[in-house]
């Protein structure tokens, strides 16, 4: 495979996972080739030592240079929410392939702009929702559309994390709707949004509540508090074009929970169930099974993820030992460099316009208090 050179727009945690994953697909695959060209941050001390640490020939702290640069062929955006839309942009309009980290934008308007540009450009365009890749949801996605749970009738999900529970933790930008544009709904939920719209397909109308429970927390380095503008708790229920119905929730204040990314998908023959928690394991039952003998030994069984699912034999030669939350990062590497030499790929930019779509409608029905459409 010819080197893909990359372009990397912001020096914090997600641009050090995201070059972290396309080191590993270079690795455990073999075929990837990335070339770490050049890495921007407005920090010049924080990306000069990014640069070395994380392997980049180059750095800036402009980063105009790296969507205008010739000798970059990926550019990957992994800055703060808000600046997403314009780097973007300029990448598609300078005929850049592009990875960037969700949302595409704080908007479903402005992300139908990118997704329609980069269809007009012919490029590659990758929207980060990692969990599309994870061998679980591949799986669940293979047993819906193979018909084996019949009919889907509903589902049901929730993802929960307590890490702004405590009222002590200062404001960021996460709280601040013109840099986050919403809470645990677009930092959490849009992740069961792309999930659940890969395996159902397309959402199309939705009925929402929300809730500020902390409404004020500390301004850093301030003896003030700050306004909380968004959401720590939503609640939305669904309709599926399919027909199907359901209810998506998230929290950021959910007590006791951590990484609690669940969904149970009910069909009039079988039933699914994941938690994220349990990263390789998944819940089945098929009500052919339970017939057979009458019911007598109904209920769920755990299927454990094994090489014969989607990207699991790449990190494990064996069911039964666990694959890890930074794996599906590195599929997600890996299928972005081959769709640049041809292959197909899932996250594309279509897909983030679809989900920031229904952000911006349950934003919308959160103060209308009535069903928007999608």
Same mark, same amino acid.
């Given at each position: 495979m010819k080197g893909i050179r990359i372009g990397l727009i912001g020096a914090g945690w997600m641009g050090?996972?995201?070059? $972290? @994953?396309?080191?590993?697909?270079?690795? #455990?695959?073999g075929d990837d080739v990335p070339v770490f060209e050049m890495i921007s941050d407005v920090n010049e001390e924080q990306v000069k030592n990014m640069a070395q640490s994380l392997g980049y020939n180059r750095y800036t702290t402009d980063w105009t240079d790296i969507v205008k640069d010739p000798d970059i062929d990926l550019v990957d955006v992994a800055t703060p929410n808000s600046m997403h839309f314009e780097m973007?942009? @300029?990448?598609?309009?300078?005929?850049? &392939?592009?990875? !960037?980290?969700?949302?595409?934008?704080?908007?479903?308007?402005?992300?139908?702009?990118?997704?329609?540009l980069a269809a007009e450009k012919n490029v590659v365009n990758y929207c980060g929702f990692s969990n599309l890749m994870n061998p679980a949801n591949q799986y669940v996605k293979d047993l819906v559309q193979s018909g084996k749970l019949g009919k889907i009738m509903r589902i049901h999900a929730t993802y929960d994390q307590d890490m702004l529970l405590d009222p002590k933790q200062p404001i960021t930008w996460r709280h601040v709707n013109k840099f986050a544009g919403s809470g645990a709904l677009g930092d959490l939920a849009s992740h069961l949004l792309s999930v659940s719209q890969m395996i159902l397909g397309d959402i199309q109308e939705v009925n929402a509540v929300d809730s500020i429970v902390i409404p004020e927390r500390p301004l850093p380095g301030k003896n003030e508090m700050g306004t909380v503008e968004n959401d720590d708790l939503i609640t939305f229920l669904v309709k599926y074009k399919n027909g199907a119905i359901g209810d998506i929730s998230a929290s950021r204040v959910a007590t006791g929970r951590k990484n609690y990314f669940y969904y149970e998908i009910q069909g009039?023959?079988? $039933?699914? %169930?994941? +938690?994220?928690?349990?990263? !390789?394991? %998944?819940?089945?039952?098929?009500?052919? +099974? @339970?017939?057979?003998?009458?019911?007598? +030994? !109904?209920?769920?069984?755990?299927?454990?993820?094994?090489?014969?699912?989607?990207?699991?034999?790449?990190?494990?030669?064996?069911?039964? #030992?666990? #694959?890890?939350? +930074?794996?599906?990062? $590195?599929?997600?590497? &890996?299928?972005?460099?081959?769709?640049?030499?041809?292959?197909?790929?899932e996250g594309s930019f279509s897909m983030g316009a679809k989900v920031d779509g229904v952000i911006s409608a349950v934003l919308k029905s959160v103060k209308s208090r009535q069903w928007e459409l999608c």
């Open positions: 050090k996972a995201h070059t $972290t @994953a396309f080191h590993n697909a270079k690795m #455990i695959f973007v942009k @300029a990448a598609l309009e300078n005929g850049k &392939h592009v990875f !960037c980290e969700k949302p595409l934008s704080l908007s479903g308007e402005q992300s139908q702009i990118l997704a329609d009039t023959e079988g $039933t699914v %169930v994941y +938690d994220l928690e349990r990263m !390789c394991e %998944v819940q089945v039952y098929f009500k052919a +099974d @339970a017939d057979k003998d009458n019911g007598r +030994d !109904c209920g769920f069984r755990t299927v454990l993820l094994n090489p014969e699912h989607n990207g699991f034999k790449y990190f494990q030669p064996a069911g039964g #030992i666990a #694959i890890a939350f +930074d794996d599906m990062k $590195t599929l997600q590497a &890996h299928e972005l460099m081959q769709a640049m030499n041809g292959g197909s790929y």
